[in-house]
């Protein structure tokens, strides 16, 4: 007997054999269909993770609104507690986030007070789910302070640290920090804290004053048990901008940090600098000023190294000026830059508290090809080593622009050494002084490496030196080069006398018929 289907126009027959056909009215499918597609969209949209992407549309809705300047979220007495008061104040580590669940990242907080006198939200981020991260005061120690009771229940953290077992499996120490403003700063397995970061630069070195964006508000991504990096999310705020930030953290000897950002402008500013990094140089061996200082030498870093889309490597000695310095160096493609730290002898600083022999160096790579622009070193004097005096950042020909979201990335990494930057040989000290010529000035640069070293003392090695804008800008004098055995490298000494009082900008390399053999080595010689 053959199957007959219902001849109702509204029924739809079902695909299942003749034995069992069953007859569901169209009215009904159509019902289970679309509880069906429901359920499917619902199930997708609870199942997406929070991401970059989630930020980004909060800091593009927020740049459609009119900015408001934060308000003091803390109390003024709070704000007024000492260095040592503040420092006295402890997260407890049994309370570090994702502590009770023995994974292999963990994160501590600040207490708001003294220069931090705002706060900023943090979200804790797992999967999907988003959920606040509430202050309470009980989460610290206050140590021998005696304003505990006074703190507000809701007061709100000034940032956050993030650790990981980098020395050994069983402490987890202090990998990166994010507090103040957009400052972030890290470290490697075996150095101390010193040379920070920062999300953005606007109008730095400005007549009109600098603008100091701040992030508001963070998301922590639950990492897993056996995650190898953390990833964490910000939003950025400023009168000029709103920005979202991604920062994938990757601690080891060298910590590395990938960071994606996208930008959107409420106004045009006149300048923003990408990547900037922030440092301290107080006096150094070729400071031409006198400190009374019981150290030879007190700086976080000791130079700026620069690798051009060229191929050439160049590294400018820092300097503490007499007066605001801004310097560009500008080129057609930049493949890295960096506040180094290079000088590792513990004679040359003498500091058994600081460790600035210990301090790491911090190196920016560009993600894709950033374009023509310039490179900023921005020194200003400072009659003390409490100061970041050191910013240096990238400013691109095409400026981001109102209306249009603006995408950057790159990856920064907190090291101690690294051979490879640059390959060849580098200079390794700097020091001048009046030499033996009238109105004229000495500079002595050693430069090491392998290939330096293993040249025999009786080769002959030149020293290609130049001098800009115009080559009767200065007269040079003499100069010649040596094996330094104490280094192994070889000297570079030569004079000049400036002709009249303008800044005058000097380069040096060595070369051995004809071949390269260093860096190029950069100095401003200011009036």
């Known amino acids: 007997m053959g199957c007959v289907p219902d001849e109702r126009p509204d029924a739809v027959l079902l695909p299942r054999s003749c034995r069992a056909v069953r007859v569901v ?62 420092r006295d104040i402890r997260f407890r580590p049994d309370q570090a986030l994702w502590h009770e669940k023995a994974l292999p990242f963990r ?84 150095q101390v804290f010193g040379m920070s970061a920062r999300g953005l630069a606007i109008d730095t070195a400005l007549p009109s004053g600098e603008e100091f964006p701040y992030f508001k508000e963070f998301w922590l991504a639950t990492p897993t048990a056996k995650a190898k990096d953390v990833t964490v999310y910000a939003l950025l705020e400023s009168a000029s901008l709103t920005g979202a930030y991604r920062f994938v953290i990757q601690p080891g000897e060298q910590t590395i940090l990938h960071v994606q950002a996208r930008l959107y402008l409420r106004r045009q500013p006149q300048k923003i600098g990408i990547a900037p990094l922030n440092s301290m140089f107080f006096h150094g061996e070729n400071t031409g000023r006198q400190f009374d200082d019981f150290r030879p030498e007190v700086h976080d870093s000791d130079g700026l190294l620069i690798a051009q889309g060229t191929g050439e490597w160049m590294w400018r000695p820092l300097d503490n000026p007499r007066a605001l310095q801004v310097d560009k160096f500008r080129m057609p493609g930049l493949r890295g830059y960096g506040l180094v730290q290079r000088d590792r002898d513990f004679a040359s600083y003498q500091d058994l508290e600081t460790h600035l022999e210990l301090r790491p160096s911090g190196w ?50 907190w090291y101690g050494d690294d051979p490879s930057k640059p390959p060849g040989g580098r200079t390794v000290a700097t020091r001048r002084d009046g030499g033996n010529k009238e109105n004229a000035q000495r500079f002595v640069v050693d430069f090491a490496g392998k290939t330096l070293e293993a040249i025999p003392a009786d080769q002959v090695v030149r020293g290609d030196v130049t001098i800009a804008p115009e080559d009767d800008a200065a007269e040079l004098l003499d100069q010649h080069v040596v094996k330094n055995p104490a280094t192994g490298g070889w000297r570079l000494t030569f004079q000049v006398r400036p002709k009249r009082k303008t800044p005058i900008e000097l380069r040096a390399f060595l070369d051995k018929a004809s071949d390269t053999l260093t860096e190029t080595w950069s100095y401003a010689l200011v009036p």
Not at 29 to 45: C, N
Not at 136 to 147: E, H, Q, V
Not at 365 to 394: C, F, M, Q, R
């Open 107 to 190: 994160a501590q907080f600040f207490h708001p007070g003294l220069y931090y006198d705002h706060t900023v939200k943090v979200n804790v981020v797992d999967g999907a789910t988003v959920r606040r991260l509430d202050f309470s005061p009980s989460l610290f120690d206050y140590g021998r302070n005696d304003f505990a009771s006074k703190v507000p229940q809701d007061l709100g953290f000034a940032g956050f640290r993030i650790h990981a077992p980098i020395k050994t499996k069983d402490y987890f120490d202090e990998v990166i920090v994010f507090l103040g403003a957009s400052y972030f700063r890290g470290v490697g397995r075996d």
């Open 364 to 413: 920016v790579t560009p993600h894709g090809d950033w374009g023509a622009g310039h490179l900023e070193l921005v020194e200003i004097p400072t009659k003390s080593d409490t100061n970041d005096n050191v910013a240096a950042y990238w400013v691109p020909d095409v400026q981001p622009k109102v209306g249009e979201p603006y995408d950057f990335s790159y990856t920064l990494a």
């Open 25 to 86: 009215p169209l009215r009904g499918v159509l019902a289970l269909l679309s509880i069906v597609a429901m359920l499917v969209v619902s199930r997708g949209a609870a199942a997406a993770p929070f991401g970059f992407d989630d930020v980004a549309a909060r800091a593009h809705k927020l740049a459609e609104k009119q900015y408001e300047a934060p308000k003091v979220q803390v109390p003024e007495w709070l704000g007024k507690i000492t260095y040592d008061q503040w």
